[in-house]
């Protein structure tokens, strides 16, 4: 069977010490350019992040708008999107080379899927990795109580720059509340893992996450935070106590990750965490 289109959605806010690796990573991809889009939604930066994405045109297209969060971006930028599944990327992330090919890949071979997932290497402001990637693949729907339970252990592996949605599905789900102006992507994937199936891909495909920029975007969140998008959700789909409370209200987040496969991933040198350092530079509060 034939590839699917795909559009990669990048969402940035102030990204300027990030943005073109992550626009690189994407190009660099190995998946055919004609095959693919990229559009960059800039949420209303006010540092160099305009400047820089506008090097890499007519490769892309730049959406600019004003400040409004994460949900807005994603409102702003999915109706343009022309794919058939759609890859989110934050502006501080980046992908391994052969993401987009596998997520594809997935999708064909898995029609019952309607959002994929991967582990994720997050590089803290000490340059340590964090690994939290699967041994093995893990398929599952969060449309029953069994399923909410291991929505609850394995939704961590759906996060923005770890997603990639059927478009159909993203029409089903419609518009994002924008009262959710960060972790908008928890509203997407918690929706789509309700219904329809969900992916999560085994060690060989994974995202690098810079934590010090990801540290300092986050230091305001609470867990009033979590309670609002809880509500939000339970809003947009319909009732079923039972599956809701195995989803949990308690924020009890997943702080660790069985089957973990430690070990080094094939990136681009760029991308190595020795060359890390520069980018994140001296002050790590200061990236925002």
Known sequence: MPKPFASVLVDTYNHERFIEQAIVSVLEQDFPACDREIIVVDDG??????????????????????????????????????????????????????????????????????IVGHGIITVHRDLREQIEILREGFRFQANTVE???????????????????????????????????????????????????????????CEVSCAAARDARHRATSASHGHRLYRTLRRSTPPDPGRWLALGDDQDGVETHGDFAPGRFGFPQRFQTADLAGSFGDDAAGLL
């Open 45 to 114: 930066s006010t540092d160099r992040t305009p400047e820089i994405v506008r090097k890499f045109e007519p490769r892309l297209r730049l959406l600019r708008k004003t400040n409004g969060g994460q949900a807005s971006a994603f409102n702003a930028g999915i109706p343009e999107c022309k794919g058939e599944i759609i890859a989110f990327l934050d502006g501080d992330d980046w992908w391994a080379g052969r993401k987009l090919a596998r997520v594809a890949q997935a999708m064909v071979e898995e029609p019952a899927v309607g």
């Open 147 to 205: 399923g909410a339970r291991l929505f609850r252990r394995r939704g961590a592996f759906l996060g923005t720059s770890r997603m990639t949605l059927r478009a159909e599905l993203l029409r089903r789900i419609g518009t994002v509340p924008e009262a959710i102006e960060i972790q908008a992507d928890e509203y997407l994937f918690t929706l789509a893992a309700v219904l329809e199936g969900a992916l999560i891909l085994p060690v060989d495909t």
